[in-house]
């Protein structure tokens, strides 16, 4: 089955940094990458994802980048605001086999 | 929120007694999933289900069992509660990849 990392486990920048998350996947037939994001007592919410035929996405302040060959993608928050503040679950899968495995969480605060 | 409510919300119970949670979906989806959400474990499956009366385990299914005998409801049942399955539960649809979660069962077992 999928082994799924998720780097660093808490991150603190200050409000106007960038942030950036990454995932590690184990399996190489994955082709379906989201992020979701989850606010304190909240329910998780999707915020962005990427097919594998695109190596990067971009929606706003948010991004994701891919890279297939290494197994890895990556969330990247620019210009970082207080309500960036959450835990951030990457979930890589099989497009339309819809069973995500997600990573552990990256709790991420934003210092105003 | 696609139309998914959770029942109850929060619940204390002790251990050694059945619990029964409920997911309900107003939209028809045909994928049901529950997860339980601990610190430093993320969201993990328990089970999930593609259909009526279609159900399968996920990776921490163990001292759960489901069951989907209509579209709209998914329920998951704790036979015999234990303080391991303290936690908290989310229901979630899938639709076109996107999953969209319920708004979460808080379960105490004491």
Same mark, same amino acid.
């Given at each position: 089955?999928?082994?799924?990392?998720?780097?660093?486990?808490?991150?603190?920048?200050?409000?106007?940094?960038?942030?950036?998350?990454?995932?590690?996947?184990?399996?190489?037939?994955?082709?379906?990458?989201?992020?979701?994001?989850?606010?304190?007592?909240? $329910?998780?919410?999707?915020?962005?994802?990427? $097919?594998?035929?695109?190596?990067?996405?971009?929606?706003?302040?948010?991004?994701?980048?891919?890279?297939?060959?290494? @197994?890895?993608?990556?969330?990247?928050?620019?210009?970082?605001?207080?309500?960036?503040?959450?835990?951030?679950?990457?979930?890589?899968?099989?497009?339309?086999?819809? @069973?995500?495995?997600?990573?552990?969480?990256?709790?991420? $605060?934003? @210092?105003? | 929120?696609?139309?998914?409510?959770?029942?109850?919300?929060?619940?204390?119970?002790?251990?050694?007694?059945?619990?029964? +949670? &409920?997911?309900?979906?107003?939209?028809?989806?045909?994928?049901?999933?529950?997860?339980?959400?601990?610190?430093?474990?993320? +969201? &993990?499956?328990?089970?999930?289900?593609?259909?009526?009366?279609?159900?399968?385990?996920?990776?921490?299914?163990?001292?759960?069992?489901?069951? &989907?005998?209509?579209?709209?409801?998914? +329920?998951?049942?704790?036979?015999?509660?234990?303080?391991?399955?303290?936690?908290?539960?989310?229901?979630?649809?899938?639709?076109?990849?996107?999953?969209?979660?319920?708004?979460?069962?808080? +379960?105490?077992?004491?």
């Amino acid at each position: 089955g999928e082994n799924v990392e998720q780097h660093p486990s808490t991150l603190s920048v200050q409000e106007g940094d960038s942030a950036v998350i990454k995932c590690t996947y184990s399996d190489s037939a994955s082709n379906y990458f989201p992020w979701y994001k989850q606010e304190l007592g909240k $329910r998780p919410q999707l915020i962005i994802d990427i $097919r594998s035929n695109v190596g990067e996405k971009k929606d706003q302040r948010i991004a994701v980048t891919l890279n297939k060959t290494a @197994k890895h993608f990556s969330l990247h928050i620019t210009e970082t605001q207080p309500e960036d503040s959450a835990v951030y679950f990457c979930a890589p899968s099989m497009e339309y086999g819809n @069973k995500l495995v997600f990573g552990a969480g990256t709790i991420l $605060r934003v @210092k105003s | 929120d696609a139309g998914i409510t959770q029942s109850p919300r929060h619940k204390v119970t002790e251990t050694g007694t059945p619990v029964t +949670l &409920r997911c309900h979906q107003t939209e028809n989806h045909r994928y049901m999933y529950w997860y339980r959400q601990d610190p430093g474990h993320g +969201l &993990r499956l328990i089970h999930y289900s593609y259909g009526v009366k279609d159900t399968d385990k996920g990776e921490v299914s163990d001292g759960y069992s489901v069951s &989907r005998s209509k579209t709209e409801d998914f +329920l998951l049942t704790l036979e015999s509660a234990t303080s391991s399955q303290t936690s908290v539960y989310f229901c979630a649809i899938s639709l076109n990849n996107e999953q969209f979660f319920g708004p979460g069962t808080r +379960l105490t077992v004491l």
